[in-house]
């Protein structure tokens, strides 16, 4: 059973930037799944942020393209995300899931971990 | 950029009742690649339905998922104590992009 977990720092200072990490265990990121990234800022909805295939293939939020990174190493059984220049409206938790290939639902997500952006 | 609008934002309902939930789409989409989930207060959400109307392994008969094109909607036949949670629509389209809808809380009347 896959299972993922997320790892970061918990705060951040603004222009600053985050670092996140998803570990995968139970599947591995090599077989055709994509992995993804959702954040959720507190008591608020769900936002897409982006995804990466298993090969490196990575598509982003248009809203947050200019200042995202999502890498995969297939060795570590791993893959991160990259968030740079951050606001406070960063402030969110964020989460790491696996993205179905075709239906493009996610049917797998970590815990996720409380990133707070403040000085 | 397709924006899911879901409906209502609380709904109130007893445990046994029917709980109808509406997200609707401001572009069709397409192939109805159009996903549910659950999410309850410190947890991360949970895929219900897929497919507009396919349950996820796991999911009780109770959730149902109906629609196409532009208006979908998610169907809880007699609510359990557990089911009260908020709920949200997800799309996939053909820019390869995905959205969430806003979310509705399912709570106790």
């Known amino acids: 059973q896959v299972q993922l977990q997320e790892s970061g720092p918990g705060l951040v200072k603004p222009s600053e930037t985050v670092s996140l990490t998803c570990a995968v265990s139970?599947?591995?990121?090599?077989?055709?799944?994509?992995w993804g990234w959702i954040r959720q800022p507190p008591g608020k909805g769900l936002e897409w942020i982006g995804y990466?295939?298993?090969?490196?293939?990575?598509v982003y939020n248009p809203s947050l393209k200019s200042r995202v990174t999502i890498s995969i190493d297939t060795s570590k059984n791993q893959f991160s995300l990259r968030l740079d220049s951050v606001t406070a409206a960063d402030t969110a938790v964020y989460y790491c899931?696996?993205?179905?290939?075709?239906?493009?639902?996610?049917?797998?997500w970590g815990r996720g971990t409380l990133v707070t952006v403040s000085s | 950029e397709i924006v899911l609008t879901q409906s209502p934002g609380t709904l109130s309902l007893s445990p046994g009742e029917r709980a109808t939930l509406s997200c609707r789409a401001s572009?069709?989409?397409?192939?109805?690649?159009l996903a549910w989930y659950q999410q309850k207060p410190g947890q991360a959400p949970r895929l219900l339905i897929y497919?507009?109307?396919r349950r996820a392994t796991g999911i009780p008969d109770r959730f149902s998922g109906s629609g196409s094109g532009t208006d979908f909607t998610l169907t809880i036949s007699r609510l359990e104590p557990e089911d009260f949670a908020v709920y949200f629509c997800?799309?996939?389209?053909?820019?390869?992009?995905?959205?969430f809808g806003g979310g509705t809380k399912v709570e106790i009347k």
């Open positions: 990466i295939s298993h090969s490196g293939s990575d």
């Open positions: 997800q799309q996939y389209d053909s820019s390869l992009s995905l959205t």
């Open positions: 139970g599947f591995s990121v090599s077989t055709g799944f994509y």
């Open positions: 572009q069709t989409v397409r192939g109805g690649f």
């Open positions: 497919a507009a109307s």
């Open positions: 899931a696996r993205r179905e290939q075709w239906q493009a639902f996610f049917d797998s």
